[in-house]
């Protein structure tokens, strides 16, 4: 004779319209005096059963809303659409690629919650016999702020992608910076083109790329005061940056720097050369302020600046495909410290938010000698 079920225990039935095992259980009541009743199904008494469990853990823990369907996928486009999307374009589009290239085709079909961090150390292991240690940590990050977007909304209980570190991978494009010969001959070479503005402001202020294009006249002062007290020379204000909403990079990114004789008077020549371009353009000029600018005034993108750098290039004794804009930025930097510039008035002027900053992403340029110490021994033990 079977016993009865106690009371709190639930019951186990079966479908017959279904085909499955029933396991239902009693977990409350509404304001309304209605039960709540959780349920689980499976082929067999023993997958009902676990899967109710199941369904009673997460219940128990506040999931009361998730869907045990959703897959990796879906967090990833969900985050992408409603996260990334808010960012610049760029930004966006570059982290669209990237999730559709990298994360997706490994680990999209994955459930969620069967995501383990087992399954994202084997796919950071296989990415990084192809991909950069700074590419490795950007698709991990990608992956992290899906699945935490996923935590907020009650769709996996923990987030295993933080229990996973990044593995080292292949060495990245090593950054590349002109020496005083190679960045004279290119000045020489852009000499009378439409990029030699912009490449002098590169090369001798440091400023980004991103920053240069967002550069408008009335951020820039060629005269300056000479007569204040103390003086103010010619300067630019590197304040905005084409980057989304015009914020420059980072706080530190907004300042304003001094300019060479050199920059001054390459800024004068743009200045006439532009007022050349805005007649010829007549009616059809737009005026966005902008110091570099197109032949109708609209906004240069990166592929025009790429392009017209490496065509300048070509006009010299350096590989083209070798060398991108940023490497001006680069070359600042090497130009200070082979002049013996301290590392924090260096950081300073590129806008850097530490010493720390520049000596990681510059330390080939970096000319770290420390003398301080030999010259003191110097004047202990005299020769």
Same mark, same amino acid.
């Given at each position: 004779?079977?016993?009865?079920?106690?009371?709190?225990?639930?019951?186990?039935?079966?479908?017959?319209?279904?085909?499955?095992?029933?396991?239902?259980?009693?977990?409350?009541?509404?304001?309304?005096?209605?039960?709540?009743?959780?349920?689980?199904?499976?082929?067999?008494?023993?997958?009902? &059963?676990? =899967? +109710? #469990? /199941?369904?009673?853990?997460?219940?128990? @823990?506040?999931?009361?809303? $998730? %869907?045990?369907?959703?897959?990796?996928?879906?967090?990833?486009?969900?985050?992408?659409?409603?996260?990334?999307?808010?960012?610049?374009?760029?930004?966006?589009?570059?982290?669209?690629?990237?999730?559709?290239?990298?994360?997706?085709?490994?680990?999209? &079909?994955? =459930? +969620? #919650? /069967?995501?383990?961090?087992?399954?994202? @150390?084997?796919?950071?292991? $296989? %990415?990084?016999?192809?991909?950069?240690?700074?590419?490795?940590?950007?698709?991990?990050?990608?992956?992290?702020?899906?699945?935490?977007?996923?935590?907020?909304?009650?769709?996996?209980?923990?987030?295993?992608?933080?229990?996973?570190?990044?593995?080292?991978?292949?060495?990245? #494009?090593?950054?590349?910076?002109?020496?005083?010969?190679?960045?004279?001959?290119?000045?020489?070479?852009?000499?009378?083109?439409?990029?030699?503005?912009?490449?002098?402001?590169?090369?001798?202020?440091?400023?980004?790329?991103?920053?240069?294009?967002?550069?408008?006249?009335?951020?820039?002062?060629?005269?300056?005061?000479?007569?204040?007290?103390?003086?103010?020379?010619?300067?630019?204000?590197?304040?905005?940056?084409?980057?989304?909403?015009?914020?420059?990079?980072?706080?530190?990114?907004?300042?304003?720097?001094?300019?060479?004789?050199?920059?001054?008077?390459?800024?004068?020549?743009?200045?006439?050369?532009?007022?050349?371009?805005?007649?010829?353009?007549?009616?059809?000029?737009?005026?966005?302020?902008?110091?570099?600018?197109?032949?109708?005034?609209?906004?240069?993108?990166?592929?025009?600046?790429?392009?017209?750098?490496?065509?300048?290039?070509?006009?010299?004794?350096?590989?083209?495909?070798?060398?991108?804009?940023?490497?001006?930025?680069?070359?600042?930097?090497?130009?200070?410290?082979?002049?013996?510039?301290?590392?924090?008035?260096?950081?300073?002027?590129?806008?850097?938010?530490?010493?720390?900053?520049?000596?990681?992403?510059?330390?080939?340029?970096?000319?770290?000698?420390?003398?301080?110490?030999?010259?003191?021994?110097?004047?202990?033990?005299?020769?």
């Amino acid at each position: 004779m079977t016993t009865r079920r106690s009371r709190g225990d639930g019951g186990l039935h079966w479908d017959e319209s279904r085909q499955r095992w029933i396991a239902t259980l009693t977990v409350g009541y509404t304001p309304a005096g209605k039960r709540i009743v959780k349920k689980g199904t499976g082929k067999t008494k023993t997958e009902a &059963k676990d =899967k +109710l #469990r /199941e369904i009673l853990r997460d219940y128990e @823990d506040g999931l009361t809303l $998730a %869907k045990g369907d959703v897959i990796v996928e879906q967090a990833v486009n969900d985050w992408l659409k409603y996260e990334l999307s808010h960012r610049d374009k760029a930004t966006y589009e570059a982290g669209q690629i990237m999730c559709r290239v990298h994360v997706i085709p490994a680990l999209g &079909k994955r =459930k +969620l #919650r /069967e995501l383990s961090a087992q399954d994202v @150390d084997k796919w950071l292991a $296989a %990415k990084a016999k192809t991909l950069s240690t700074s590419t490795l940590r950007l698709i991990r990050s990608y992956l992290n702020r899906s699945i935490k977007r996923a935590m907020a909304r009650d769709l996996v209980k923990r987030n295993v992608v933080d229990l996973c570190s990044v593995p080292r991978g292949k060495d990245g #494009r090593p950054s590349k910076a002109l020496t005083l010969a190679q960045a004279e001959a290119v000045l020489k070479a852009a000499l009378g083109t439409r990029m030699y503005g912009y490449l002098v402001l590169a090369l001798l202020t440091g400023a980004r790329t991103e920053e240069l294009r967002a550069l408008t006249w009335d951020h820039v002062d060629l005269v300056g005061t000479p007569n204040a007290e103390p003086p103010v020379p010619p300067f630019v204000a590197v304040w905005r940056s084409v980057r989304n909403g015009g914020d420059t990079k980072t706080p530190k990114s907004r300042r304003t720097l001094a300019l060479p004789q050199r920059a001054v008077d390459a800024l004068k020549a743009q200045k006439i050369q532009q007022d050349a371009d805005k007649e010829a353009a007549g009616e059809h000029w737009q005026d966005h302020g902008l110091v570099f600018a197109s032949t109708v005034g609209t906004p240069l993108d990166s592929h025009n600046v790429r392009r017209a750098f490496r065509a300048v290039i070509a006009k010299t004794d350096l590989d083209p495909k070798g060398w991108t804009p940023r490497e001006l930025r680069h070359s600042f930097v090497s130009l200070l410290s082979d002049q013996g510039i301290p590392l924090d008035e260096i950081s300073r002027l590129v806008g850097h938010r530490s010493t720390a900053v520049t000596e990681l992403v510059y330390r080939l340029q970096i000319r770290p000698v420390l003398q301080e110490g030999a010259i003191a021994m110097d004047r202990i033990f005299k020769a």
